[in-house]
DNA sequence: CATAAACTATACTATATTAGTAAACATTAA
DNA sequence: TTAATGTTTACTAATATAGTATAGTTTATG
């Protein structure tokens, strides 16, 4: 029941950038050493987001990247997903062909599980990454 | 973000122990058939129950399980965490001092995953199975 | 128009986790 | 005493995680 560490190097690399005056464009170096997070995996991160219209990325010298759109519209939720995918608390409620009990809407574990996962989505939706960029201290 | 199967498993197992005369002990072999939970790894995850005190077990000819208290007093998050150990949306919500980047109590980011950390176990905790015994239609 | 600093694409890899299975053992009712 | 039950420990195949490596593409600029 955990987010990978992708995620996580996700999320830092959105609330940093979500602390520069908006549309500025940093190289993928600068935002490894700050948020510590190894290099080429980072490249790999950033592919995902920009490929999910989080991030833009700019090409050649003096290349980098910016957000897509400002913080206030970028969700939790938002990089969450572009980096696993849809959330799935379940094997069932991810592919009910696949449940092997009862269909997931007749059990009332899946079904409660389902709840949980709304839940979720709605929690991590309520953040946008200006709301998280204020909270830094 | 996934539970694992075993925990799917062992709430449904739960759930169908709950669905019998308050202390009504039945073999394995009939939850694993009921449940099309392979048997072996069944009897695994029965044990994890036993000792997190959510079920009895009874050795010998004519053993077998029980719940080791009313449904009501079992909730998801009983269940969850018996199998998969205390609910941790991230690495550095579980152990502080592998965060890479800084401690988490001073990274929104991180304090935000704690309040859905929170929510979660506060959603899975209001779930007992006897209201999802209940639900069964 | 060459070069170097950036990002892109694809493939690879070590380790850990998941989802079981197997073999030998312990308990207990009949 | 035996057979039906759970217990314990160890093993295993497949997949996911968390990266690393290698080769290529783009582009500002001198």
Redo the contacts between chains.
Sequence with gaps: ???N?AT?YA??SV?YLSGLPYGQVVEAKLISEE???PMRFLLKILRQLTQAGIVQSYRGINGGYSLARPPSEIT?LDV?EAI?GP??????L?SPDEC??FFSA????H???Y??QQ??KE??SR?NFQM??E???
Tied chains: 1, 2.
């Design positions: 029941m955990r987010l560490q996580d999320m830092r609330l948020e510590r997070v939790m969450v696993e959330i799935a608390v379940n094997r069932c991810h092997n009990k007749h059990c009332p574990v079904q409660a599980l709840e949980l839940g979720m929690h991590l953040y998280l960029k909270r830094v201290k």
